[in-house]
């Protein structure tokens, strides 16, 4: 189980840390992948676009490779036993430890006039959206490890509290390869929906954007080859792996090593390499985002199967509560 808030556009760390899994696990696993529009409510001040957004998430999944016949491919908000748990799970989390969470206090960071409720209870959400399907794996990127490990302690918690093994610990899954972190391209951090856009590279960007973006990457001139390589030529190097064949991979740093690499050589190689990623998938999700109909029936589709698998859960839970009277 896994999911993608409709904030912002889906970018290249969205596709490797997620969504590159969410096609690898559909043959082999049954599988819940929703967009997390209530998840979304928790920062934004207007939700005017929010139905495109969720609509250009569902057909950027579907453009990556995920078939919606083979996994429940749903909105959140079309669930509401989600809610249900949400609240059970709430009784259990503890305002100190919500609060010491980095993401909640980066949140508080970006939005200090709006550090509402939800965004303080956000981890309780997202336990509850993973425990909902008494999942085990979850796709994600290497940034989501400790809202992993929250959704561990609250399953722990309430089959501690509860005195029956109604959840299962989740844990993260990459196939047993290390979690990835695609890094930006200006060499601060991950890439990002909502910060630094000119150093992220999105799904949905044209050819010449992502040409333009690569060509102002940051690099930096090298005195010593056999120093250890600077954090800005190491991130071009793993977006190199990403999307280009080992033996261009090779000679570049073979150049490095010699002390002749062409930046602006490399760069060229590195975009062209992502235009030929990117653009099926742009193209692709263009076509089903406006295919409304075909939309429609995704979502009824994948609701009626996460419904399923959420209402055995939500009983589940209820007894082991002692909620259920008769």
């Known amino acids: ?61 579907i453009a990556s490779g995920l078939d919606p016949d083979k996994v429940a491919l749903y909105c959140q908000s079309h669930v509401p036993e989600t809610a249900e748990l949400y609240l059970f799970l709430n009784m259990l989390a503890y305002k100190g430890e919500l609060e010491k969470t980095p993401t909640f206090k980066d949140k508080v960071r970006l939005q200090p006039n709006n550090v509402n409720a939800g965004l303080l209870t956000y981890p309780v959400l997202m336990a509850a959206d993973i425990l909902l399907h008494r999942a085990t794996l979850v796709p994600v990127g290497k940034d989501q490890e400790q809202h992993l490990e929250i959704a561990r302690d609250f399953a722990g918690r309430f089959n501690t509290r509860y005195g029956r093994d109604v959840f299962p610990a989740p844990f993260a899954f990459n196939f047993g390869e290390q979690l990835v972190k695609v890094p930006s391209l200006d060499g601060a951090g991950k890439m990002s929906k909502s910060e630094n856009q000119m150093a992220t590279i999105y799904l949905a960007d044209d050819d010449e954007t992502i040409r333009k973006k690569i060509k102002k990457a940051k690099t930096e001139s090298v005195a010593d080859p056999t120093a250890p390589m600077p954090a800005s030529i190491e991130n071009l190097f793993q977006l190199l792996q990403l999307v280009c064949t080992s033996d261009v991979v090779s000679k570049f740093r073979a150049d490095y090593e010699a002390g002749a690499i062409r930046y602006g050589d490399m760069k060229n190689e590195l975009a062209e390499g992502m235009v030929a990623f990117i653009s099926p998938i742009r193209e692709k999700a263009g076509q089903i985002q406006h295919d409304e109909s075909y939309l429609k029936k995704v979502m009824e589709q994948g609701a009626a199967k996460a419904r399923a698998s959420a209402a055995v859960t939500i009983e589940l839970a209820k007894e082991a509560i002692g909620l259920i009277y008769c």
């Open 1 to 61: 189980m896994s999911g993608i808030r409709p904030t912002g556009f889906l970018h290249l760390g969205n596709y490797f840390g997620a969504l590159r899994n969410y096609v690898r696990m559909q043959d082999a696993y049954t599988c819940y992948f929703m967009v997390a529009d209530l998840h979304a409510l928790t920062t934004l001040d207007e939700t005017k676009e929010l139905k495109q957004h969720v609509r250009r998430v569902l057909a950027e999944n």
